[in-house]
Structure formats: structure tokens, C-alpha cells
């Protein structure tokens, strides 16, 4: 199975596409902006296809990485959906973070025009995507994931089949749900021993060697003492990520009262107009209350 279509060149899919041209596989990618489809192209190996239909045609494997649950309706089941030109036995991958219902529905849809489905959201943020390190859950069939694996090895430093579909999806929440707290925690710690007079750097480095540590904080800090908030996931998809987490919340009874302060509290960095900031902003709103 070598050639692939890759629908969705965001932030993450445009790394992730590039590396399977790299290793030598035939990839047509769709863009919704087509001059970001041009770009991949001049960059890398591959041709661009004016919508998701005519990139899906003939490929052994489509892949999806897109926004939300919207976005990956209209790429597989719009007008032009890659639906309606899958072959019979080809494979969907979906790296979107999305609900896990969408995913079932998306599963049944794909099963019934002959071809296979999984999901497959990512861990690990744009360095993740571009240093081909990411941690990525599946939900599927054993064989479909199996497949899977032999074209997402090429980005993946991590596979973990979690069950059959959908709950690669809740695994993904997992991830978002434990981020948002250790984001939180750190940018509080940070703002305590700014309060407190201390090196942070120095502190960070001095915690970071023992139980506190995170990659958040390996990763994170630096940029937090430095205000720059241009390194990763932004707010307004975090945003919507610990929707998803909240509404699977209210179906299965979990619950979740520090995901939902964390979630207002991101309401808040978006009011100050950091909705495109990354995740590590949290910092600039305890430190705007000063």
C-alpha cells in the first residue's frame, strides 16, 4: 500500500505528509486553501488534487487531519467527500481529534462503500509532527491497524491500539484531559516563584529533576518565562479538544471539575486575545491578574 492521499494541511498534516513523501511513497494531498497544497508541493514530492474526491481516487490509503468534527464531515461525506471515490478494500486513517460517535459514524459510512476505517488522533504538537515523533492511538480492527502502522511509522515514535473505533478518540481525550491539568499546574508554580522572588528558570531546572517533572515542563518553560506563546497547540483548538472531553464526560458519567475550571480559564486567555497563542498562555493570565 504506497500510494496515499493526505487531506488537511494544517499545522500538523503538512509535516506529517512531508515525511511520508520522504520515504518514497506517492502522495497527492487536498488543501481547503489551495495555495498551502502549492507550497507542500514545491516543498516536497507529491501532486496536489483540487478537492478531497479526486485526491482519494485510486489510493490505497486516505488520510485525514483536520479541525473538528464539521471539517471531517465535509472531507469524507461532502459534496465532494472522499467517500464517493474510495476504492473497494482501501484504508481511512483519521488523525483528526474529534468525537468518538463521529468516528463510528464515519466507520459505518466507510465499511458500507466496501473500504476500512480507523481512528487515529496524534499526541506530541507541531515539533511532535515535524521531528516525526508523535504518539498516536487507534481505534480498529487488529488488521486495520495493523495496516495502519506500516504508513504511520513514518511520523510516530509511539502506536497504541486501543480498541476498535472510536476509542482511539477517547484516548485522545485522556491526553487532553490530563495536559490541560499539568498546564495549569505549571503555570501556577511558575507564578508562585515569581511571587516568591526566585530564579524560575533555576526552579523549573531544580523541579524538573524530580517528581514534578513534565514535558510540559521540559519543554514549556522557557517559553513561558520568555511570554512567547508561539510553540504548539493553540488555545481556540484546546478550546474545543476539552469540549469533546466535556460532552463524552456527560454521556458516561465521568467527571471532570478541574477540566472544566481549566476550560474557563482558557475562555479567559482568549478574551485577551490569545486564542491563537499556545496551551503554555496560562502563565499571562495569572500573570495579567497581578
Known amino acids: 500500500m504506497t500510494t496515499i492521499a493526505f ?25 481547503r486553501t489551495l495555495c498551502k497544497a502549492e507550497a507542500w508541493c514545491s516543498e516536497f514530492s507529491g501532486n496536489k488534487a483540487p478537492s478531497p474526491a479526486s485526491a482519494a481516487k485510486n489510493a ?15 472531507v469524507i461525506t461532502g459534496p465532494e467527500g472522499a467517500l464517493y471515490s474510495l476504492k473497494p478494500g482501501a484504508l481511512l486513517i483519521d488523525h483528526s481529534t474529534v468525537s468518538a460517535s463521529v468516528s463510528r459514524e464515519f466507520a459505518s459510512s466507510v465499511a458500507s462503500a466496501g473500504a476500512r476505517f480507523v481512528d487515529a ?43 476498535p473505533v472510536g476509542n482511539g478518540q477517547l484516548t485522545k481525550m485522556v491526553n487532553q484531559i490530563c495536559v490541560a ?24 531546572e531544580a523541579v524538573s529533576q524530580g517528581a514534578a517533572s513534565s514535558w510540559q515542563m521540559l519543554n514549556r518553560h522557557k517559553t513561558m518565562i520568555a511570554g512567547e506563546y508561539e510553540h504548539g497547540f493553540a488555545v481556540d483548538w484546546m478550546r474545543k479538544d476539552l469540549a469533546i472531553c466535556q460532552n463524552e ?12 475550571l481549566v476550560d474557563q480559564f482558557y475562555a479567559e486567555v482568549q478574551a485577551m486575545g490569545g486564542g491563537r497563542w499556545d496551551t503554555s498562555s496560562l502563565l499571562a493570565r495569572l500573570q495579567r491578574k497581578e
Do not use: W
Not at 8 to 17: E, H, I, R, S, V
Not at 18 to 24: E, F, I, K, S, V
Not at 187 to 201: T, Y
Open 249 to 260: 464526560a456527560r454521556l458516561t458519567g465521568a467527571t471532570l471539575p478541574i477540566t472544566a
Open 60 to 74: 490505497d490509503i486516505v488520510i485525514t487531519c483536520v479541525g473538528n468534527d464539521d471539517d471531517l464531515r465535509e
Open 181 to 204: 491539568g499539568l498546564v495549569q499546574a505549571l503555570a501556577e508554580g511558575m507564578h508562585f516563584a515569581e511571587k516568591a522572588n526566585l530564579d524560575v528558570e533555576k526552579a523549573m
Open 121 to 163: 488522533p496524534v499526541s506530541g504538537g507541531q515539533q511532535g509532527a515535524v521531528n516525526g515523533q508523535l504518539t498516536i492511538m487507534c481505534g480498529g480492527s487488529e488488521t486495520d491497524v495493523t495496516d495502519a502502522e506500516l504508513i504511520i511509522r513514518h511520523y510516530a515514535r509511539a502506536i497504541t491500539h486501543m480498541g
Open 7 to 31: 487531506i488537511g494541511l494544517g499545522t500538523m498534516g503538512y509535516p506529517m505528509a512531508g515525511h511520508l513523501a520522504r520515504a518514497g511513497l506517492s502522495v497527492t494531498v487536498f488543501n
